[in-house]
């Protein structure tokens, strides 16, 4: 893995001929093509960072575990610097290399794995102008054969291997950001794993954790460059961005516990939770319940200037069940003791620091939403008693019937509450959430677009809904496609525009009422 030439020296005795005898060679003689196949073949495995590494002062021709720190710290050095004595020697060092290769008498090993070549087969890709180019530098100095004007072999061989170490670098943080939604979960934990009770880091799960990254999506053979050693500084440096808009201030931290609750509450529904804030006694370990559609997440605050021991750990785990919540969580002030770490590891609690709180909805593997601070995201209360309420509750019983939750963005609890509180007329009252409202509020487009044939069968089910315009329909349109707003009929239809306007002035967000059919001429 770390040496790059092995086999026999170069004070042994090259093979002269090809094909059995020694062929002539003109002395200007062009085969730049045959010499930059031969560079490209030689840039395998360790060679283009250990190429990258001499020009950039690494002192070795091996790579070892004695060396290989020093060897890590040269490939981080920007290519821009790889001038002056360091690059032309490294540069010198390769054509060395290269020509020694070409002029030995296991020439073909040094460019061709044994896998890819044997005697009976000579096509590989390459093995034509290896044995031209052989047959030229065999008793000559390679360099002879080189045509471009104002860069050298060793030039080119340098600038390939920058070349291997950017779109190696590129293809990894595509795949970060690729599979940025599972990964960041991942790392955030990672660290808060880390924490121990004095609140540093101990960064070794963290990279434990890129490392599996590599290993899984890229395994031995998929990188040109990072073959001895993979980028984990590079790779952490980008991961850190992802948690910069994360870092919350805690500068001016409510010192009262019940203040700091509500402080975390307001931090969570900024980031889109719906929270409830129990009552000082009586919580059952959970102090707050945050929630996004049917994920429940039970929390405990604890603002304490000493570390978070376990029990903190037990009580929201054991509060968590009896609340029937999805998961558990403590937001501390004082870091966590190696007991808390430990039971939080087995009882997959998720621990935070506060200033850690801004990434509370990666952790749980949501997108954090954008709210302004000021917006409180409490329930939205709404009543459904006159027609027009009614009208539009019903459009979204039918929402909720015609859509999976996960395309609504609910949860089934949202689902089973509504018809269980808002009758077959549309009648009742009912709590939402943000994302539920928008979402029935959204979708309801579609509803309101639908058409149906207005059958005899389908009149009976239409009955019991008490549509205001079903009398004049059955009289007139028996058997007719009707569209479901014509069941509403026109005296009530600027009604419904005013009580969706006022639902939607509710949200944090806007909805794009050009887009919705209601409002469209």
């Not at 950001?177 to 880390?194: I, Q």
Request: net charge negative; proline share 3%.
């Amino acid at each position: 893995m770390f040496g790059w030439l092995s086999g026999k020296s170069k004070k042994e005795t090259l093979d002269k001929s090809v094909g059995g005898t020694e062929q002539p060679v003109p002395d200007k003689l062009d085969l730049t093509m045959e010499i930059q196949k031969a560079v490209e073949l030689s840039l395998t495995g360790a060679h283009p960072s250990l190429l990258y590494a001499k020009a950039a002062g690494y002192p070795s021709d091996t790579i070892d575990y004695d060396n290989i720190l020093d060897f890590t710290e040269c490939l981080r050095v920007n290519h821009h610097a790889l001038k002056g004595e360091s690059a032309e020697s490294a540069k010198e060092w390769f054509v060395s290399n290269i020509e020694f290769s070409l002029k030995c008498d296991v020439w073909q090993h040094m460019f061709f794995r044994p896998t890819e070549y044997n005697e009976d087969n000579q096509s590989k890709n390459g093995f034509k102008e290896i044995q031209r180019l052989r047959g030229a530098v065999t008793s000559k100095n390679i360099n002879l054969f080189w045509g471009i004007e104002g860069q050298t072999i060793g030039d080119y061989a340098l600038e390939k291997a920058i070349e291997f170490k950017r779109n190696d670098l590129e293809k990894i943080l595509s795949k970060l950001e690729e599979r940025k939604d599972a990964l960041k979960p991942l790392f955030s934990r990672s660290l808060a794993a880390g924490k121990n009770k004095y609140g540093e880091i101990d960064y070794d799960k963290y990279f434990d954790e890129i490392n599996d990254f590599f290993e899984y999506f890229f395994p031995e053979g998929e990188l040109n460059f990072y073959f001895s050693v993979k980028p984990l500084m590079e790779t952490s440096n980008y991961i850190d961005k992802w948690f910069e808009d994360g870092i919350v201030d805690t500068s001016s931290l409510p010192e009262d516990g019940i203040e700091f609750e509500h402080w975390c509450a307001a931090k969570l529904e900024e980031q889109g939770w719906y929270t409830r804030v129990s009552q000082a006694s009586g919580d059952q370990g959970v102090d707050i319940e945050a929630r996004q559609g049917d994920y429940i997440v039970a929390v405990q605050c604890k603002r304490y200037t000493k570390p978070v021991g376990n029990k903190a750990v037990q009580e929201v785990y054991t509060g968590a069940k009896n609340i029937n919540a999805t998961a558990a969580a403590v937001i501390g002030t004082g870091g966590y003791t190696r007991s808390a770490l430990a039971v939080a590891s087995t009882t997959a609690v998720e621990l935070f620091d506060a200033s850690e709180i801004g990434s509370f909805s990666e952790r749980f593997g949501f997108e954090p939403m954008s709210i302004d601070a000021s917006v409180v995201l409490r329930p939205i209360h709404v009543e459904f008693s006159s027609t027009a309420e009614r009208m539009l509750a019903l459009m979204f019983r039918t929402v909720l019937n015609q859509f999976d939750i996960t395309d609504l963005n609910v949860g089934y609890k949202f689902k089973k509450s509504f018809f269980e509180e808002i009758d077959e007329r549309g009648v009742g009252a009912l709590d939402f959430d943000a994302t539920e409202l928008g979402s029935v509020l959204i979708f309801s487009n579609v509803v309101f677009r639908g058409s149906f044939k207005l059958t005899q069968e389908n009149i009976a089910s239409l009955e019991k809904h008490n549509y205001p315009n079903l009398e004049r329909l059955k009289d007139e349109r028996v058997n007719d496609d009707v569209f479901i707003f014509e069941l509403i009929g026109e005296e009530y239809l600027n009604e419904v525009r005013e009580v969706f306007v006022t639902l939607a002035s509710k949200l944090p967000v806007e909805i794009d009422l050009d887009e919705h059919f209601l409002f469209s001429e």
